[in-house]
């Protein structure tokens, strides 16, 4: 096994601090919890394997190189992001997509973006109080929801770009 170097190491560390929910993509070892088991990280060691007590009860660390894994999000990374996004302005529901996925390293499984005509046939009729709304989604049985939808109501700047004025949870 040829060992990473250290700005590989801190790079791992910064990418699984302890605490950071993982799910197991893949482990060569007879020892292995199944695939999709998740765990929690305890740490990254200097070979910048990730340590992880699985929810099993196993504590195998995924190896750098070798095994894989992914960060789990939840409700409150997401809400964080609802909060961050304020104030953004994009050129399309693509480009909104596009910003979730840099923000939470491409890990989600689904994620979908798209202009929602009920609601802003309700914004038309004046029935209720924003300019434009979108409808998204991360998809079912994400975060421990059924149905991990939510919307973004933006206005359209004088350049024509949405500028993202609220994010919340449907």
Known sequence: MNFPNRETVERVRREYPAGTRVELLRMDDLQAPPIGTHGTVTGVDDTASVMVAWDNGSHLHVIYGEDACRKLYGKDEIDSLFEKIVGFRFDSYGEMEAWFRRELDDTLPQLNISECDGINAEIENGLIEVDFSTDCTFGEEIFGMQYADFSIDY??????????????WN
Do not use: G, S
Request: aromatic fraction near 14%; hydrophobic fraction near 35%.
């Open 155 to 168: 206005i359209m700047d004088n350049e024509k770009k949405m500028y993202v004025t609220y994010a919340r």
